[in-house]
């Protein structure tokens, strides 16, 4: 039913009260409705026009009632409606009404047609059918021009505030170079990552801030442009804050869809890290990683979402929030890269154990360059020589750093010291050394003689060489943690994953290549190659092997990213479809999560502490054209 709240009309001198109305509650029998005039003069289009886009009101299926007439039954068919179009039937009041009438029929037709007969009382002869077509009448008639209205309410380019709004084509025009000015000054903030408002912004200002001092700046070197500019209406310069971002989330939007239309459907992986912004706002960063359709590796910044809780279960939620805002599904994944913090490995709740559990293909891979710091790391921290020798170094760097004249002084020195070199030569390291301590007085440690540890009674110890001590205790020792460490963060499911994919390294002639273990690396991807695929498989690396090995094009590469490349600009891809399939998985896995890392660098760049307050749509719409290669092309 509809909201009936009275509105009072102030404008009209009686007073009079309008109905309040809600178009989705606008009733669709005839028998239910309030009459046009009933509501207020400004809103009787609105009403037609949803009307007029719904149709009549006639049911078919419903069972209509009798009504008898001289002792006789007569009632309402459905096949009345048919070349009435202006015919309605009300179940409420089980009459019929006419459509147009209603809309737009006058209170001075009289009795014409039947008078207000089929506009608020309803036609209820069922024994007169007649009268249904009397009731249409001439060309002239009041249902004939009641037709003709609605015909032209619907046509919006005949409507008069279609007529209002109608420009020229000079006016387009204007329009069009405004605009594109615009959106190129737009552009060459956003790819420069720089402010668009200024402090002051007014006309008399000396620095308005660099969006309008660029735009003027092209106006005056652009004679069309700044006619355009100058003769510009004061409601439509296109250079208010809110224009801005619309344009900025306009490009943003459209650089997501060139990614997507790169993709075109495929495979690939996430490369996900966290971040805090300067308003200590937890971001996190998504980037996508796949082949293009020339084989070419894309790896393309796709969001940063604000995460309130960085648990996994909150980070995959916004994960799969912003892949289906882009269409994109979890079961395309076939690779999760991260650095390896608790809540993004954990093995029992981690982030890459939630989406393994959904997608056993999306393999999770550490980073590498991430892998070999915290190798670093903890060599550091469970050796007890490299922590004392990091210490020093720290304090070397602390005493120098802290002064600038002790800073100029070891630059000048390192300065003549490779002056030096170059022009006599490099000795080596040890005559180097040898010299530095006959320099100074200090003694030359004879590897031979019995080491001793300072501070300690030689008494029951056991006697080693210094050569045994620094090779086995101190060298042997630091390569043995790291090893460690090394396969500690490599699982033996991943060591065997990409112990396969080297076999598809095209150095030296294909000279790694395995059969057994490239069919075995299929078997990773059950999804990918089914029963059938893995005996087709075994047939295409027979042949695939041989031909690339006899090709001239193919024996001087150097990568699997260069053997994509060639295999597609020679469309041997298509010859050989699974093998192909086979590398596009193994360039897919994430190998490092640097272009992650660069996202945050222009993050901290683009919301700094004079921009503070920068909101995380404004952000995330500013960061999307910076990490595609193509928004503004």
Same mark, same amino acid.
């Given at each position: 039913?509809?909201?009936?709240?009275?509105?009072? $009309?102030?404008?009209? /001198? +009686?007073?009079?009260?309008?109905? $309040? !109305?809600?178009?989705?509650?606008?009733?669709?029998?005839?028998?239910?409705?309030?009459?046009?005039? +009933?509501?207020?003069?400004?809103?009787?289009?609105?009403?037609?026009?949803?009307?007029?886009?719904? %149709?009549?009101?006639?049911?078919?299926?419903?069972? &209509?009632?009798?009504?008898?007439?001289?002792?006789?039954?007569?009632?309402?068919?459905?096949?009345?409606?048919?070349?009435?179009?202006?015919?309605?039937?009300?179940?409420?009041?089980?009459?019929? !009404?006419?459509?147009?009438?209603?809309?737009? #029929?006058?209170?001075?037709?009289?009795?014409?047609?039947?008078?207000?007969?089929?506009?608020?009382?309803?036609f209820k002869l069922w024994n007169q059918v007649a009268k249904l077509e009397s009731h249409v009448?001439? @060309?002239? +008639?009041?249902?004939?021009?009641?037709?003709?209205?609605?015909?032209?309410?619907?046509?919006?380019?005949?409507?008069i505030q279609s007529v209002f709004v109608k420009q020229s084509n000079k006016d387009k025009h204007?329009?069009?170079?405004?605009?594109?000015?615009?959106?190129?000054?737009?552009?060459?903030?956003?790819?420069?990552?720089?402010?668009?408002?200024?402090?002051?912004?007014?006309?008399?200002?000396?620095?308005?801030?660099?969006?309008?001092?660029?735009?003027?700046?092209?106006?005056?070197?652009?004679?069309?442009?700044?006619?355009?500019?100058?003769?510009?209406?004061?409601?439509?310069?296109?250079?208010?804050?809110?224009?801005?971002?619309?344009?900025?989330?306009?490009?943003?939007?459209?650089?997501?869809?060139?990614i997507i239309k790169d993709l075109d459907n495929g495979f690939f992986s996430i490369l996900v890290?966290?971040?805090?912004?300067?308003?200590?706002?937890?971001?996190?960063?998504?980037? *996508?990683?796949?082949?293009?359709?020339? %084989?070419?590796?894309?790896?393309?910044?796709?969001?940063?979402?604000?995460?309130?809780?960085?648990?996994?279960?909150?980070?995959?939620?916004?994960?799969?929030?912003?892949?289906?805002?882009?269409?994109?599904?979890?079961?395309?994944?076939? #690779?999760?890269?991260?650095?390896?913090?608790?809540?993004?490995?954990?093995?029992?709740? %981690?982030?890459?154990?939630?989406?393994?559990?959904?997608?056993?293909?999306?393999?999770?891979?550490?980073?590498?360059?991430?892998?070999?710091? *915290?190798?670093?790391?903890?060599?550091?921290?469970?050796?007890?020589?490299?922590?004392?020798? &990091?210490?020093?170094?720290?304090? *070397? @760097?602390?005493?120098?750093? +802290?002064?600038?004249?002790?800073?100029?002084?070891?630059?000048?020195?390192?300065?003549?010291?490779?002056?030096?070199?170059?022009?006599?030569?490099?000795?080596?390291?040890?005559?180097?050394?040898?010299?530095?301590?006959?320099?100074?007085?200090? /003694?030359?440690?004879?590897?031979?003689?019995? &080491?001793?540890?300072?501070?300690?009674?030689?008494?029951?110890?056991?006697?080693?060489?210094?050569?045994?001590?620094?090779?086995?205790?101190?060298?042997?020792?630091?390569?043995? =943690?790291?090893?460690?460490?090394?396969?500690?963060?490599?699982?033996?499911?991943?060591?065997?994953?990409?112990?396969?994919?080297?076999?598809?390294?095209?150095?030296?002639?294909?000279?790694?290549?395995?059969?057994?273990?490239?069919?075995?690396?299929?078997?990773?991807?059950?999804?990918? !190659?089914? %029963?059938?695929? =893995?005996?087709?498989?075994? /047939?295409?690396?027979?042949?695939?092997?041989? $031909?690339?090995?006899?090709?001239?094009?193919?024996?001087?590469?150097?990568?699997?990213?260069?053997?994509?490349?060639?295999?597609?600009?020679?469309?041997?891809?298509?010859?050989?479809?699974?093998?192909?399939?086979?590398?596009?998985?193994?360039?897919?896995?994430?190998?490092?999560?640097?272009?992650?890392?660069?996202?945050? /660098?222009?993050?901290?760049?683009?919301?700094?502490?004079?921009?503070?307050?920068?909101?995380?749509?404004?952000?995330? $719409?500013?960061?999307?054209?910076?990490?595609?290669?193509?928004?503004?092309?």
């Amino acid at each position: 039913m509809q909201d009936s709240s009275p509105v009072q $009309d102030s404008s009209s /001198s +009686s007073k009079r009260i309008h109905v $309040d !109305f809600n178009l989705e509650n606008l009733p669709s029998d005839p028998g239910l409705r309030q009459k046009i005039s +009933s509501y207020h003069p400004n809103n009787h289009d609105e009403i037609r026009r949803h009307y007029l886009t719904k %149709g009549p009101c006639q049911p078919v299926l419903h069972e &209509f009632p009798a009504s008898y007439f001289s002792e006789k039954p007569h009632r309402f068919r459905s096949d009345w409606y048919i070349g009435g179009k202006w015919l309605e039937y009300s179940i409420e009041k089980d009459a019929t !009404f006419c459509f147009y009438c209603y809309l737009f #029929g006058r209170q001075d037709v009289g009795k014409q047609g039947g008078g207000d007969t089929f506009v608020t009382k309803g036609f209820k002869l069922w024994n007169q059918v007649a009268k249904l077509e009397s009731h249409v009448g001439g @060309v002239n +008639s009041a249902h004939s021009q009641a037709v003709k209205k609605g015909e032209d309410l619907l046509k919006e380019k005949q409507h008069i505030q279609s007529v209002f709004v109608k420009q020229s084509n000079k006016d387009k025009h204007d329009y069009w170079v405004q605009l594109n000015a615009i959106v190129d000054c737009i552009r060459f903030l956003l790819c420069g990552r720089l402010a668009f408002r200024g402090h002051d912004e007014s006309q008399g200002s000396s620095d308005k801030g660099n969006f309008l001092e660029l735009v003027q700046f092209l106006g005056d070197h652009n004679e069309s442009i700044n006619e355009v500019l100058q003769t510009a209406p004061k409601n439509c310069k296109l250079t208010h804050p809110d224009i801005q971002k619309d344009i900025v989330n306009a490009i943003a939007r459209e650089t997501s869809k060139a990614i997507i239309k790169d993709l075109d459907n495929g495979f690939f992986s996430i490369l996900v890290d966290e971040s805090r912004d300067i308003s200590v706002k937890e971001q996190m960063s998504i980037v *996508l990683r796949y082949v293009n359709k020339k %084989g070419i590796i894309i790896e393309q910044f796709l969001g940063i979402v604000y995460v309130a809780s960085t648990t996994a279960l909150s980070l995959k939620c916004a994960i799969e929030c912003l892949l289906c805002e882009h269409n994109l599904s979890l079961s395309n994944l076939r #690779g999760q890269g991260y650095d390896g913090a608790s809540n993004m490995q954990g093995d029992i709740n %981690g982030l890459k154990t939630l989406i393994l559990k959904e997608n056993k293909s999306a393999f999770y891979v550490h980073c590498f360059a991430h892998q070999l710091q *915290l190798t670093l790391v903890a060599v550091a921290k469970n050796h007890i020589n490299i922590v004392e020798f &990091f210490y020093v170094v720290s304090n *070397l @760097v602390t005493v120098v750093g +802290s002064s600038c004249k002790r800073r100029d002084a070891l630059r000048d020195a390192q300065f003549a010291k490779i002056k030096e070199n170059l022009e006599n030569g490099v000795s080596s390291l040890l005559t180097e050394v040898s010299s530095f301590c006959a320099t100074h007085d200090i /003694s030359i440690l004879n590897m031979d003689e019995t &080491f001793v540890v300072s501070g300690r009674s030689r008494r029951n110890t056991q006697q080693k060489t210094n050569l045994h001590h620094y090779r086995v205790e101190l060298f042997y020792t630091v390569i043995d =943690i790291q090893l460690q460490e090394l396969n500690n963060r490599f699982s033996e499911s991943n060591t065997d994953l990409l112990l396969c994919m080297a076999c598809l390294n095209p150095s030296n002639s294909f000279v790694a290549f395995d059969k057994e273990k490239l069919i075995h690396l299929a078997k990773f991807y059950p999804f990918d !190659f089914l %029963g059938t695929d =893995i005996l087709a498989l075994d /047939s295409q690396l027979q042949n695939y092997i041989f $031909d690339m090995r006899s090709n001239d094009f193919f024996l001087e590469l150097q990568g699997v990213s260069e053997l994509a490349e060639k295999l597609v600009s020679t469309r041997k891809h298509e010859t050989y479809p699974l093998v192909y399939l086979l590398v596009k998985l193994a360039l897919t896995l994430p190998v490092a999560t640097a272009t992650v890392e660069r996202s945050f /660098s222009a993050m901290e760049y683009i919301k700094n502490e004079l921009r503070n307050r920068m909101g995380d749509q404004w952000m995330n $719409d500013y960061l999307s054209p910076n990490g595609a290669n193509f928004v503004t092309q």
